[in-house]
């Protein structure tokens, strides 16, 4: 069964700093890799996804991220952080070797910018 | 502007009562979405349609019913609302024909069942 963890449901980091978000999935097969972000009381957007084109993905916003097959990683970075950064992200999969089937998200990690 | 609208954006319903979630997309998107979101749980799929006249159980359809009255519209019906279903809900679309990631999602439908 497909599977995605998120590690740390909480995450500060200081205006213009490193942003790193985890994500670990489980699959069986060659997933596709999915990261959402919503901001407060609104729907998710569509930060990035991976489909086996390139192992390094780039997203709006300044974000991207890497799969590592080896280690079953799918990390969300940004090198400096903004201020309207601060929101919820979510990892998701879908997974069966193709783009098709059902997304599975991850718990999410709530994401906190200090000045 | 072009995207997904849901009404209403809150509502609080008694143990029992039925209510319909409305959700109407207006990008010509092939395939709709009903998932709910509780906290420290990510979004789970509830149902789906892939294309005008179908629709499909996800995960967690229990307790809900779905009518995908057109192209635009998909709405979500709880015949018997129980507090289990306090939750925050959202529709979403994609332009495919099956079932994917979506691309659009609509601001979400905050119920509280008391």
């Known amino acids: ?115 | 502007n072009a995207g997904v609208t849901q009404t209403p954006k809150f509502q609080v319903l008694k143990t029992g009562q039925s209510m319909t979630l409305q959700c109407a997309q207006d990008m010509n998107h092939n395939s709709m979405y009903w998932y709910r979101q509780d906290p420290g749980m990510g979004l789970r799929l509830i149902y789906y349609s892939a294309s005008e006249g179908t629709t499909d159980k996800g995960e967690v359809p229990n307790g809900y019913n779905v009518s995908r009255l057109n192209k635009r519209e998909f709405s979500l019906r709880l015949e018997s609302a129980a507090p289990s279903q306090t939750s925050v809900y959202f529709c979403a679309s994609s332009e495919s024909r099956e079932l994917t990631q979506p691309q659009h999602f609509g601001d979400g439908t905050r119920l509280s069942i008391l």
């Open chain 1, 1 to 115: 069964a497909q599977s995605v963890t998120q590690l740390g449901s909480h995450v500060s980091v200081s205006e213009g700093a490193l942003v790193l978000l985890r994500c670990n999935y489980s699959s069986s097969v060659p997933p596709y890799l999915f990261w959402y972000v919503q901001y407060p009381n609104q729907g998710l957007q569509l930060l990035l996804k991976y489909t086996s084109a390139a192992t390094l993905v780039k997203g709006i916003n300044g974000f991207e991220a890497e799969f590592k097959k080896s280690e079953t990683s799918f990390h969300l970075t940004k090198p400096s952080a903004h201020m309207s950064d601060a929101a919820e992200y979510f990892c998701a999969v879908i997974s069966g070797g193709t783009s098709y089937g059902k997304l599975t998200f991850g718990q999410g990690t709530i994401l906190t910018v200090h000045p």
